[in-house]
């Protein structure tokens, strides 16, 4: 009975994911990008809910994983495949939009099958992945001075290839909340809070990155730390 309310949001987020697609067949942009931020969001609760009440099963791994390719794979595939076939001159370019969509069913199927993957990951998550490219496309206001073709498609190669590298990324989940032990997640957390209240929506591209290099210097550093 406990597994109904972790599946609950987990269908949410399949659902907010196939919205998002629907909107994008209808150039909806406006409400596009809320989608990504709903799927999100439910992605975060399913997976506290489940903890919290001791419901995880194989069944709401899995199912989780098809949300996750459908909100965090196909929908930000189409969105870049969208942008491409708007602002490119390079026809071509648009097609290796599917990267995200083959490199996260990828990056899933390989984390279903490792249970060590809580307080660390082996590449970037893909929900990371899909907030990237949403806020980046979404907010153009930002972005327009450096973001061309040829630069969303080294970003589009780049994100897929550290999708599923054997490369160490923390969680944010928390063991315990010392500050020694957590130090590099309190930063990201202020950094993100900070950038968030001056940029809004826009900071989640930066925040990304920031992500990505405070992962690879704590690993650098702490190589036999697992939380």
């Known amino acids: 009975m406990k597994i109904i309310f972790p599946t609950f949001f987990t269908i949410l987020n399949l659902l907010s994911g196939f ?3 629907l909107f994008l067949i209808n150039k909806n942009y406006i409400l596009i990008e809320y989608c990504i931020y709903l799927s999100l969001i439910f992605d975060f609760l399913d997976g506290f809910i489940a903890r919290k009440l001791d419901a995880t099963s194989n069944f709401g791994k899995h199912l989780d994983s098809f949300a996750d390719l459908i909100s965090f794979g196909l929908l930000p595939s189409l969105i870049l495949y969208d942008w491409f076939e708007t602002n490119s001159y390079i026809d071509i370019y648009k097609y290796f939009s599917v990267l995200i969509l083959l490199f996260a069913s990828l990056r899933l199927s390989k984390f279903n099958l490792d249970n060590k993957q809580e307080f660390i990951f082996l590449g970037i998550p893909t929900p990371l992945v899909a907030l990237f490219f949403n806020s980046l496309i979404f907010n153009p206001g930002t972005y327009n001075n450096f973001l061309t073709s ?3 498609l080294l970003l589009v190669i780049f994100f897929s290839i550290m999708m599923v ?8 989940k928390f063991k315990n909340y010392l500050i020694f032990k957590n130090f590099h997640k309190y930063i990201l957390l202020l950094i993100s809070l900070f950038l968030i ?3 809004k929506l826009a900071a989640f591209p930066i925040i990304v990155i920031i992500y990505i290099l405070i992962s690879l210097f704590y690993f650098l550093f702490f ?3 697992r939380s």
């Open 19 to 21: 919205l998002g697609i």
């Open 150 to 152: 040829e630069i969303l």
């Open 165 to 172: 590298v054997n490369i160490k990324f923390f969680s944010l």
């Open 197 to 199: 209240l001056f940029i």
């Open 223 to 225: 190589k036999n730390e």
